[in-house]
Nanobody, 121 residues
Framework: QVQLMESGGGLVQAGGSLRLSCAASGIIFSIHDMGWYRQAPGKQRELVASITNGGNTNYADSFKGRSIISRDNTKNTVYLQMNSLKPEDTAVYYC???????????????WGQGTQVTVSS
């Protein structure tokens, strides 16, 4: 059993910053790609940023230049530093990770429960 636990969401004024964290726990042999997605009311879930276990990163265009995704492999944790937040960034942010639970198993995608980010104008 694997769990992803997010933290760091909340209410912030436009122009402010938040740092999200997501820690994986449980039966973990290895963690591959990790990432953050978001879903606003009435919209589809979309990628915010992702990072490979080697540290290569990928960002949605709307987050390039104002967000940094990072990970601490010793803590099985991924972070998302978001700056210059806008009201349109308001959404539930979900952590995602591809995790192998055994040496012979395949990476399986796990999701966190989501953390609310609200940006006021």
């Amino acid at each position: 059993q694997v769990q992803l636990m997010e933290s760091g969401g909340g209410l912030v004024q436009a122009g402010g910053s938040l740092r999200l964290s997501c820690a994986a726990s449980g039966i973990i042999f290895s963690i591959h790609d990790m990432g953050w997605y978001r879903q606003a009311p009435g919209k589809q879930r979309e990628l915010v940023a992702s990072i490979t276990n080697g540290g290569n990163t990928n960002y949605a265009d709307s987050f390039k230049g104002r967000s940094i995704i990072s990970r601490d492999n010793t803590k099985n944790t991924v972070y998302l530093q978001m700056n210059s937040l806008k009201p349109e960034d308001t959404a539930v942010y979900y952590c995602n990770a591809f995790i192998r639970s055994s040496r012979t198993g395949y990476p399986y995608p796990y999701w966190g429960q989501g953390t609310q980010v609200t940006v006021s104008s």
